[in-house]
């Protein structure tokens, strides 16, 4: 079965640190994309980057980067610069299904705090 | 200004009611979902929907039922039969092709009385 396992569920870092949020996945698929998502204590779920499985380039948004290792199937978010704002959850998502029908699996969540 | 709207923000339920969530977007988007997420834990998809008058189940549909009479609108009744109903609500909806994000509205907190 498709799965997702974010392994650390806190994480402390200091302000103006990199920091590295870890998310593996299982799948039988050649197609599917993985997405990480922030949730502040507000409740509402923030899109932050992309990868699907057949770029070739690590994603990147400005101050997030995501280091994907296909054959260790592992999409790993890098926040760098941290800021007291990037406190929250993060989530790990991949797609699965074909065709424009998809639907998607969360894994458990890491909760980051930035120390001042 | 477009996007998802959930409502309402906080609902409580009595045992043997049952109870609906709104979930509305003006995005124009195809696809919608359901999600429920318990304290401390991931997302886990209820029902989703590709398009009008269509849906299917989710991990965790049980004790939940959805209609999807227009493209906007995708409503979630929690019925009686789902003995462990609170939690928080998330819908969300995403556009075409497979490297959209989804989008999701503010949640909804439903708690037994």
Same mark, same amino acid.
């Given at each position: @079965? ?7 569920? %806190? ?6 640190? @990199? ?6 996945? *299982? ?27 057949? *770029?070739?380039?690590? @994603? ?10 296909? @054959? ?8 760098? $610069? ?5 406190? $929250?959850?993060?989530?790990? $998502?991949?797609?699965?299904?074909? %065709? ?15 120390? $001042? | ?9 906080? +609902? ?8 609906? +969530? #709104? ?25 989703? #929907? ?14 939940? #039922? ?6 906007? #609108? ?9 003995? !462990? ?13 497979? !490297? ?9 907190? +439903?708690?037994? +009385?």
């Amino acid at each position: @079965a498709q799965k997702i396992t974010q392994t650390q569920p %806190g994480m402390f870092v200091q302000e103006k640190e @990199a920091v590295t949020l870890d998310c593996t996945y *299982d799948t039988s698929d050649q197609s599917y994309g993985l997405f990480w998502y922030k949730q502040p204590s507000s409740g509402e779920m923030i899109f932050l980057i992309y990868q699907g499985s057949y *770029d070739e380039q690590n @994603a990147t948004e400005g101050r997030y980067s995501l280091n994907f290792q296909k @054959a260790r199937k592992s999409a790993n978010l890098v926040i760098s $610069a941290s800021q007291l704002g990037d406190s $929250a959850m993060y989530f790990c $998502a991949m797609r699965e299904g074909h %065709g424009g029908t998809y639907k998607y699996i969360f894994g458990t969540g890491t909760r980051l705090k930035v120390l $001042a | 200004d477009g996007g998802i709207t959930q409502s309402p923000k906080y +609902l409580f339920r009595k045992e043997g009611q049952n109870v609906t +969530l #709104s979930c509305e977007q003006n995005l124009n988007h195809d696809a919608m979902y359901w999600y429920r997420q318990d304290p401390g834990q991931g997302l886990r998809l209820i029902y989703y #929907s590709q398009i009008v008058n269509d849906f299917q189940k989710g991990d965790i549909a049980e004790g939940y #039922s959805v209609s999807r009479e227009k493209k906007e #609108s995708f409503p979630l009744t929690v019925t009686s039969a789902q003995k !462990n109903p609170t939690a928080f609500y998330l819908c969300a909806s995403r556009w075409g092709s497979d !490297n959209q994000p989804q989008h999701f509205g503010d949640g909804t907190r +439903l708690s037994i +009385l």
